[in-house]
């Protein structure tokens, strides 16, 4: 089973809200990835966990704030966002190390009000 | 500096004809290289990987990619396109030690009937 899964699907939230987005996984992968995807634009890697420890922020504000509490979960707060952070947020795993493929999940479709 | 470049920003093609995606990459040494699918609103399907060995690798849905070394490219093909696959194709890559995935901007495939 390759199957990445996040919740929820779709997120409205005002400037002042505080919500959060969630990435779980079965397959036993050690690494996990938030990346944030604008529209007809690739991927932007956002944080890597590796081991359950933050290995990469790509100088990503800090309203967001990533947390991984196990090996199967990730999570994505978000707070104080603004309208331009609007946006489809990808979560992806693979096994620890680099000669691995990542495995993407459907994403959640964030609209900034 | 590390680049994963799709030079065709849409391809349209006929139902049932051959298709062909253009990756070149510019790496200081041989890149693990990847092929994903994107379909409207959906998450990234990886269709298929190289990493070493075999110039010519099968991925799923009928797809297939070359790795030309002399020619820094890694280039999609099908026999016989489906409707099915009008999607976004993106081309990936990274080094041996890094865990960031490198994507090339897109190429936006679209089938006519």
């Known amino acids: 089973d390759t199957e990445v899964t996040q919740t929820p699907k779709h997120l409205v939230m005002g400037m002042t809200n505080k919500k959060s987005l969630k990435c779980e996984q079965h397959m036993g992968h050690r690494a996990m990835y938030w990346y944030k995807q604008k529209a007809k634009k690739p991927p932007e890697l956002m944080f890597v966990y590796s081991y359950e420890k933050l290995s990469i922020n790509e100088s990503v504000p800090s309203r967001f704030s990533p947390e991984c509490p196990n090996s199967s979960l990730l999570n994505l707060h978000l707070h104080a966002l603004q309208p331009e952070d609007s946006a489809l947020y990808l979560c992806?795993?693979?096994?620890?190390?680099?000669?691995?493929?990542?495995?993407f999940g459907p994403g959640t479709r964030l609209t900034v009000t | 500096a590390q680049s994963v470049t799709q030079p065709d920003i849409h391809i349209t093609v006929s139902e049932g004809a051959s298709l062909e995606l253009r990756c070149n990459y510019s790496y200081g040494a041989t890149p693990y290289l990847f092929w994903y699918v994107q379909s409207p609103g959906q998450g990234l399907q990886l269709l298929l990987k190289y990493f070493s060995g075999d110039t010519l690798v099968q991925g799923i849905k009928g797809f297939e990619a070359e790795f030309k070394r002399s020619q820094s490219s890694f280039n999609l093909r099908k026999p016989s396109v489906h409707w099915s696959d009008a999607a976004e194709y993106f081309c990936?890559?990274?080094?041996?030690?890094?865990?960031?995935?490198?994507f090339g901007q897109g190429t936006r495939l679209t089938i006519n009937p």
């Open positions: 990936a890559g990274r080094i041996q030690g890094a865990q960031k995935l490198v």
């Open positions: 992806a795993s693979s096994q620890a190390g680099t000669s691995y493929e990542q495995y």
